[in-house]
């Protein structure tokens, strides 16, 4: 049987067993039928350790922190340097900053630009990922920009984008968006690579539209990775962002980082650092770890 003779059949067999409403449940039943044979007998499974699980993912955490901070004091009382604060003085200036109402409007400032700068990378991205992972030829013609992208620092596209666009929105938004999108569309790319034979094999033989190839198969498949990405590029953002109000903005928190560097202040660095950090730490567990959560509930996690 050669490959036209078995992609007939396979079609012809598709279409008997399964009638064409019932699409979204021949997908899953591909993803089911996989799920099913790997489970594990009930004798090798271990005992539920959910609850020890939870517990450890908040005071290993809380471990670390506390190491940190208490290694960060022995060595400011070690050098006894100005420029070296001691962890009390650095909390004073975050009770500061926190107490004064300033925090919460520069933050929300920084974030308001990375959120723009993000959705457009992230939309962009998502076009481009799934046509370099798909097409051999537009991978091709892709590759030389993405692996550009991927050289080119952050302060350098801050720098290019505050000569060109000036002290305006466009500046931080574009220049958080040419830092992230290349290895946005770099995960994405390989996301499409991973995806399974037999469900572009059904997507196929039903002949989806592009909407609902979409949100059947690439999104499901690319979530991991995107996911992943998603991470990778908030972190750079992040840094980058804080470069662009540095060098050309007026607010924001790197522009406060920028008065505090200016007076010297090493405590408001610090504290404006970890205020802003903070913020990042709960969009992390809180709302990427939720939505991973979600996202990623079909998947059986290992029982031996």
């Not at 996989?34 to 004798?43: E, I, T």
């Not at 984008?161 to 995960?187: D, E, K």
């Not at 660095?269 to 959560?293: K, S």
Request: glycine share 8%; charged share 15%.
């Amino acid at each position: 049987m050669n490959a036209w003779t078995r992609s007939d059949h396979v079609a012809s067999r598709a279409r008997a067993s399964l009638p064409e409403n019932e699409l979204a449940g021949a997908i899953q039943s591909v993803e089911t039928i996989h799920a099913r044979a790997r489970q594990v007998p009930p004798g090798l499974m271990r005992p539920d350790s959910r609850g020890f699980e939870k517990a450890s993912g908040v005071a290993l955490p809380l471990l670390f922190l506390l190491l940190l901070v208490a290694g960060w004091d022995q060595m400011a009382r070690a050098y006894s340097d100005p420029l070296i604060p001691r962890a009390a003085e650095i909390w004073s200036e975050l009770l500061r900053i926190l107490g004064n109402g300033k925090f919460v409007g520069q933050a929300a400032t920084t974030i308001y630009r990375v959120a723009l700068g993000f959705g457009l990378a992230l939309a962009f991205s998502t076009l481009v990922g799934i046509l370099t992972g798909r097409s051999r030829a537009f991978r091709q013609f892709a590759e030389p920009a993405i692996l550009i992208g991927l050289t080119v620092p952050g302060l350098v596209w801050a720098l290019l984008c505050v000569i060109w666009f000036g002290i305006s929105l466009t500046t931080s938004t574009v220049a958080v968006a040419l830092s992230i999108a290349p290895p946005l569309t770099l995960n994405i790319a390989q996301g499409v690579r991973t995806a399974s034979p037999d469900l572009l094999e059904v997507a196929a033989i039903y002949q989806l539209g592009s909407f609902e190839r979409l949100r059947l198969l690439w999104l499901p498949t690319i979530a991991p990775f995107l996911l992943s990405g998603i991470r990778i590029g908030l972190s750079m953002a992040w840094k980058v962002i804080v470069l662009v109000e540095v060098f050309g903005l007026s607010s924001g928190v790197g522009y406060q980082l920028n008065l505090e560097f200016s007076s010297q202040n090493v405590a408001g660095v610090l504290a404006w650092t970890i205020g802003f950090a903070m913020i990042m730490a709960a969009i992390e567990y809180v709302l990427l770890g939720g939505l991973e959560r979600h996202v990623m509930r079909w998947r059986r996690a290992a029982t031996v």
